[in-house]
Nanobody, 123 residues
């Protein structure tokens, strides 16, 4: 079992930046993959970015070049740096984790989820 707690959401104008954080705690299960998802109004929850234990990462096409996922293993914290934000980035952002994932941006692959943090981008 793992607990994930997101923070850092807020309201920003288009072109602005935000950094989301996800603090992980819990039992001894080994987190191999961690990822960020988002759920916008009228949309399905979609994978945004995922990071592997080895340091590799993957991004959805919609955020590639604008968002950067990173983690601090000493602090058990996952980050998502979001730059050049657009109104279409408006969504609830969730942190997810699991020990074994076949599809890093597939929401069905993750058992552990945070409660989410809201990001609102105005034009």
């Amino acid at each position: 079992q793992a607990q994930l707690l997101e923070s850092g959401g807020g309201s920003v104008q288009a072109g602005g930046s935000l950094r989301l954080s996800c603090a992980a705690s819990g039992s001894s299960y080994r987190r191999l993959y961690m990822a960020w998802f988002r759920h916008g109004p009228g949309k399905e929850r979609e994978g945004v970015a995922a990071i592997y234990r080895g340091g590799g990462s993957t991004y959805s096409d919609s955020v590639k070049g604008r968002f950067t996922i990173s983690q601090d293993n000493a602090k058990n914290t996952l980050y998502l740096q979001m730059n050049s934000l657009k109104p279409e980035d408006t969504a609830m952002y969730y942190c997810a984790a699991d020990s074994s994932v076949a599809g890093p941006l597939d929401r069905d692959e993750y058992r552990y989820w945070g409660q989410g943090t809201q990001v609102t981008v105005s034009s």
